[in-house]
């Protein structure tokens, strides 16, 4: 969020800023820095301000009384630009407890009924491998 933005609501799908309050670095993220945790494989956040290499005047536009200090004159690369989602059906709203439950029978039968959906005949196939496996 830039400081005209401060206290704004933001809508879902919307770009934001996020400013780190200690370090007044913006928040990035970058696709060469991975990490794998419980949830799978995330995006590593940083601090780090991403922006624009071009020169952006502000002396001399602080000068004429056309911009303040306080504000950010150059543009942010897409490492520093989030975005905020809300979940994409309503059923993704439980706690993290529950979602942690894990079936193998649920799995199982989740697997089958897709395999079903898209051949018939692939459930008794996959039932010989798997007997055949064990």
Same mark, same amino acid.
Do not use: W
């Given at each position: #969020?830039? =400081? ?7 809508? @879902?799908?919307?770009?934001?800023? $996020?400013?780190?309050?200690? *370090?007044? +670095? ?12 419980? =949830?799978? *494989? ?8 991403? +922006?624009?290499?071009?020169? !952006?005047? /502000?002396?001399? #536009? ?9 504000? &950010? *004159?150059? =543009?942010?690369?897409? =490492? /520093?630009?989030?975005?905020?989602? *809300? @979940?994409?059906?309503? /059923? ?12 193998? /029978?649920?799995? $199982? ?9 898209? !051949?018939?005949? @692939?459930? &008794? ?5 798997? +007997? @055949? #496996?064990?």
């Amino acid at each position: #969020m830039r =400081f005209e933005m401060q206290g704004e609501i933001v809508k @879902a799908g919307d770009p934001v800023l $996020i400013r780190h309050h200690n *370090t007044c +670095s913006y928040l990035a993220a970058d696709n060469k820095r991975k990490v794998k945790n419980d =949830f799978g *494989t995330e995006l590593e956040v940083y601090c780090c301000s991403h +922006s624009t290499k071009n020169k !952006s005047q /502000n002396l001399e #536009m602080e000068y004429k009384g056309r911009l303040t200090s306080d504000v &950010p *004159t150059k =543009f942010h690369e897409e =490492f /520093n630009v989030f975005y905020i989602h *809300t @979940a994409p059906e309503k /059923n993704f709203d439980r706690e993290l407890e529950e979602l942690q439950k894990f079936d193998v /029978n649920d799995l $199982i039968k989740d697997l089958a009924k897709k395999i079903f959906e898209v !051949s018939e005949n @692939a459930v &008794p196939a996959l039932d010989q491998i798997f +007997s @055949a #496996m064990d």
